[in-house]
């Protein structure tokens, strides 16, 4: 057997660990392992696992991802979710299906704060779904909403993903969420017009009963200014240059702090249990990502990447036809893996074969989490839609499927157009930085 | 069995404490330094490797609380395909090879960490002895070894509601 070979069949051997019910760092951490025992001996092996597992924790450039989970649990515990919701939904009052743009809008807000689709999702519901029932919004629209607005949270800057993706792929953090913007504000609006005209053609909702002033939704979008404060400081500050990622996130955290104790909205227990979750994200974050480099250590060893450029290289395969095929196994691994655990395993594998065929590494890293979206909310995986379900358990899971169906053509439309038009994400990045 | 577990559950608790304090600290250290760097040109001496330690604090000394409450992020599509009985023995062999796996990374750090203090490596700017953070991260992986021998001999799946929901990266 070919290392390379041993490489494909290890992958295969992972997905079968995975299904086993391992956890997804334990899986990676086995096969890196026994894969490099095997490929070298026990000792190397050992060199490896203890150098990756320590070099990973106190890795200065890997501190900004508890760093922005702290900012985000923070706004959780402070309800800012509830205040861009409110805001929101007095800002478009009138229109139809306002409570739904309003849920996509301000999950947009919150995940720019929190980079975490699952708490976006977690909070909106909790928040936006009494109210659009309460408005006769269908469940299955109102969740799809939901879950569709939830995903922004992981493509608009800060992304923890795209951070993971950055320390894989070793590229520039701040590059990388220059790049996540534009594409993610499109998103938005891709899934606004996808909501506009799921209402227009009265599957959705019916028109708000509410018509305040110009004055009164003035007043109500100047009420979102300690969300502009914490965007500015963050990522305002990475891009002006003014802040690293890491001074960025834990300049963030603070000023979420302080905001949420100035406005009474946090309190001692709440900052205790924001830090306690934190910690613990952090720590199986971290499993994974150690776990990760252990995979991708042995199958960089293995040549699995070269084996694969050769193949299509014999196959006399097109650049187009090679990423689409790339995008093809996102899709259907996202149908069953979770979001980083994809990242984690395929990355290693895959972006030497899309930058061996000269695609950028950057505009790769976009379209993956784009496709990692896409599977949290692509049946019959999809996180975002057990996290709907979850709270709230009487919304039939077949509705909120059929509800979702129209919302993936929102992703799939930017996929089409960061293909066309690769300057909706590398044009940023080349004229900020 | 269950007074172990006990046992296990506090030190985990305490474990998960210095964790969230390390977090504290972390971001303290860069609010600090960053302050003091634009205000009075005068960064905190030492501030990149306090951020450094305090990682590696937090990565460490949470693990125990992430593998004990199963926070661990899996795939269970087999939960729903499968007879109780075998997702309950695949959970009790996750936390046996989660253990063996543990011990082995464990048993692969002595080596580097031994030869830190053989050659007095130092950090930089706060010139401490590097073997001393080796130490520390040793120590805090005791939690999740310790965590994970718990689930093998009494395993308890987490509430629902007891998981964190933010801040998870997707």
Redesign the interface.
Known sequence: MTTAVMGLASVGVLFGLLFARLPVWLALALIGIVGNIILSNVTVAQFIAGSTTFDMASKYGLSVIPMFILMGEIATESRLSATLFSSARIVLSGLRGALSVATIAASGAFGAISGSSVATAATMTRIALPEMRKANYKDGYSAASIAAGGTLGILIPPSIILIIYGAIAELSVPRLFAASLIPGILLLFLYVAVSLVLAGSNSGSQLSSDHPSFAERVKAALKMWQFAILFLVTIGGIYAGVFSPNEAAGIGSFAAMVLGFADGRLNVSGLLRSLRATAITTAALFMIVIGATMFANFVVQTRLPNLLIAATETLSLAPLTVMTIIILVYLILGCFLEGIGMVLITVPVFLPVATGFGYDPLWFGIIVVIVVELGLITPPVGMNIFIIQAQAPDINLVQLYKGIGPFLIAPIILIILLFLFPQIALWLPDKIY | MSKLRTAIDLIIKAY?GV??AA??A??????V??FMRYVFNAPVVGA?DI??????V??????G??IS?F?????????QLAAKWL?DA??R??AL??AA?LV??F??????AMQSYQYGEMRLELKMPVWI??AV?LVGMCGGLMASIANVISPRVAH?DEL???????
């Not at chain 2, 972390?26 to 609010?31: A, D, P, R």
């Open positions: 998960l964790a969230m977090l504290f972390m971001m303290m250290t860069i609010v330094d960053v990149f951020v450094e330690i305090c990682l590696v937090a990565v460490f000394y949470s693990m609380a992430a409450g926070h661990e992020i899996v795939i269970d599509l087999v939960d997702v695949l959970i062999l996750a090879l989660s796996a082995f990374i048993m692969s750090m002595l080596t580097p953070v080796w991260a629902h964190p929901v933010g801040g998870d990266g997707q």
